[in-house]
């Protein structure tokens, strides 16, 4: 069975700090989505890392696929309230289905 | 982006009747569909995997018979939440695959709020 463990699962922090979210998995992903939601929506995706070793800048956001592809971070610089919201990573694990971490719920304090 | 729209937003039932979902894909032909269900400051779980023109596939634990998939168009799958009771409360996303990407990239409707009385 695939897993991606996902850490931390919550996260308060002052506006203006850094912090960075952590997917884990013993499992090699083809690929790895990055999922953003607000409360009462659905996930909108903010990124998709497909290569060993890739980063991808989403303006304060920075994403990283680890050399293995087993593995994926998510870096946000300068936080503001606006990020506030759950971040969600999912792999695909070639089985037509995305396996999902358990998610970062993110408060930004102004 | 693709847009998947969800219908309707929320519903509230009481116990025992059942209730109906729609899921589109509104810029897009999506062969699957996906649906989740989400509980409080909790991750998505996969209830079924629904196929154009197929059978859904349900994942373990998950009853068929009282969750309903139909996928007849391209565009259009359909949850029906059979006989509801209070514990089937919960928030129901869909997602679509965009056939023509490389990767598993899914796309999200914006839920809908299932309350049972």
């Known amino acids: 069975t695939q897993l991606l463990e996902q850490s931390p699962q919550f996260l308060s922090i002052q506006e203006g700090e850094n912090l960075t979210v952590y997917c884990n998995s013993s499992?090699?992903?083809?690929?790895l989505q990055w999922y953003r939601q607000e409360p009462g929506e659905g996930p909108v995706l903010l990124v998709t890392?497909?290569?060993?070793?890739e980063v991808k800048k989403l303006k304060r956001l920075t994403f990283q696929f680890g050399d293995a592809r087993k593995d994926s971070s998510l870096h946000i610089t300068a936080a503001q309230p606006g990020d506030t919201g759950l971040y969600l990573c999912a792999g695909d694990g070639n089985t037509g289905k995305l396996i999902f971490g358990q998610g970062t719920t993110l408060q930004v304090k102004p | 982006g693709a847009v998947v729209s969800q219908h309707p937003s929320r519903v509230i039932c009481k116990s025992g009747t059942s209730v109906k979902i729609e899921c589109r894909s509104l810029d897009f032909q999506a062969t699957t569909m996906f649906w989740y269900r989400q509980f409080p400051k909790q991750s998505l779980m996969l209830m079924a995997t629904s196929n154009e023109g197929s059978k859904a596939t349900y994942e373990q634990g998950v009853e068929k018979d009282k969750f309903l998939i139909n996928h007849a168009s391209l565009t259009l799958s359909t949850l029906t939440v059979t006989s509801a009771h209070p514990e089937d409360s919960s928030f129901y996303i869909c997602?679509?695959?965009?056939?023509?990407?490389?990767?598993?990239?899914?796309?999200f409707g914006p839920g809908t709020r299932l309350t049972v009385l």
């Open positions: 499992s090699v992903f083809s690929s």
């Open positions: 890392v497909v290569t060993g070793g």
């Open positions: 997602s679509a695959r965009v056939g023509t990407s490389a990767y598993n990239e899914q796309f």
